[in-house]
């Protein structure tokens, strides 16, 4: 099957994003790909401020995405815009990091206010990047992700068949296999 590269543009150690994004890897491998998880939080501060293209961390994260078939982009939304740490992040790589890969954006946020992040804000600096295609994404209230104190986590019914629905329609194009439910009894 295809690899992924799940890449999380939070700069929490907390973040919610990153433990959704965690959550969908779990779906992604049961469909038989091959996931990576990437949090850019863990990337050296002096590669990203310093905009060091030759550093080492950043030729093995542009590696990584060279490497993927797919990439999911996961983002907390702070006024109205993906995360600056994303953002330092997507202007270090090459300018078609994305070619002929398929993208699943996502986005989390406190307000309903910030649901346009994804189509406004992020998936044009995402379609600068020559992906091949961008499947829809989905904005996660913060308030639907819920993290228990030994760290499972659970999405409110209605994001979490949205969420469903959008990762398994990334897995179909990269050529995965859909997720089979067990039936309830």
Do not use: C, N
């Amino acid at each position: 099957m295809a690899t992924i590269l799940s890449v999380s543009g939070s700069p929490s150690a907390t973040s919610r994003t990153a433990r959704l994004l965690r959550h969908l890897d779990d779906r992604l491998r049961a469909q038989g790909h091959q996931v990576i998880a990437l949090d850019v939080r863990t990337l050296p501060a002096e590669a990203l401020l310093g905009a060091d293209f030759r550093h080492p961390a950043i030729i093995e994260t542009t590696a990584l995405f060279e490497r993927a078939d797919g990439v999911v982009i996961g983002t907390p939304v702070y006024k109205a815009a993906y995360s600056g740490l994303l953002k330092a992040l997507l202007d270090l790589l090459p300018q078609y990091a994305l070619a002929g890969k398929t993208v699943l954006p996502l986005a989390t946020g406190g307000t309903t206010a910030h649901v346009l992040a994804i189509d406004y804000a992020l998936r044009p600096v995402l379609s600068s990047m020559g992906p091949a295609h961008i499947t829809p994404g989905w904005f996660t209230l913060d308030k639907d992700i819920t993290v228990a104190d030994d760290g499972t986590l659970s999405v409110a019914p209605g994001s979490a068949e949205a969420l469903a629905q959008v990762t398994d329609q990334f897995s179909l194009a990269l050529g995965g296999r859909p997720t089979v439910l067990a039936a309830a009894g």
